[in-house]
């Protein structure tokens, strides 16, 4: 897995949701397989398949989340600045085909949340803002096809 890169507090988002797996769903649902278990025939034992399968996601999930914490290099937000376009900048950019003004946070990828204004810096529209500087256009590919976007503000 590639290296990802995160802010602290994405860092201790993740730290919390693994302790939650594992102190309160393994045990939940080792409960619930224990219960099914107590109810005889296994092979005909609704109960047991759906908390097994449930075991089975949980502990993928765990698993990827600790897999994600063992490649994670933490931000050092103190080095962040505004001269060119860079990770935990925020970035104020113009659709030029439309005159839309848009402001958007550049994040990590497990750090992304379209609906609070965070994008990943692994998009198309992140990767092309990156390394440019306020008044640069700049051309970018995304699935819809060609976008010119000028750089207006960027801030922290």
Do not use: C, H, W
């Not at 490649?71 to 900048?89: G, H, M, P, Y």
């Amino acid at each position: 897995m590639a290296v990802s890169y995160m802010t602290e507090d994405g860092y201790n988002k993740i730290l919390v949701e693994i302790n939650y797996l594992e102190t309160v769903k393994r045990p939940e649902i080792s409960a619930q397989i224990a219960e099914a278990r107590d109810k005889g025939d296994l092979s005909e034992n609704a109960e047991y398949d759906a908390a097994k399968e449930a075991q089975g996601i949980m502990e993928s999930k765990l698993a990827q989340l600790k897999n994600l914490l063992s490649n994670a290099r933490l931000i050092d937000e103190s080095k962040v600045t505004t001269d060119a376009v860079q990770i935990l900048n925020k970035v104020k950019i113009k659709n030029m085909n439309n005159n839309t003004v848009m402001t958007y946070t550049l994040v990590s990828d497990s750090e992304a949340d379209l609906k609070n204004g965070k994008i990943s810096v692994s998009t198309p529209i992140a990767k092309g803002l990156i390394g440019k500087k306020v008044g640069d256009v700049v051309d970018i590919s995304v699935p819809s096809g060609m976008m010119r976007f000028e750089i207006m503000e960027i801030s922290i």
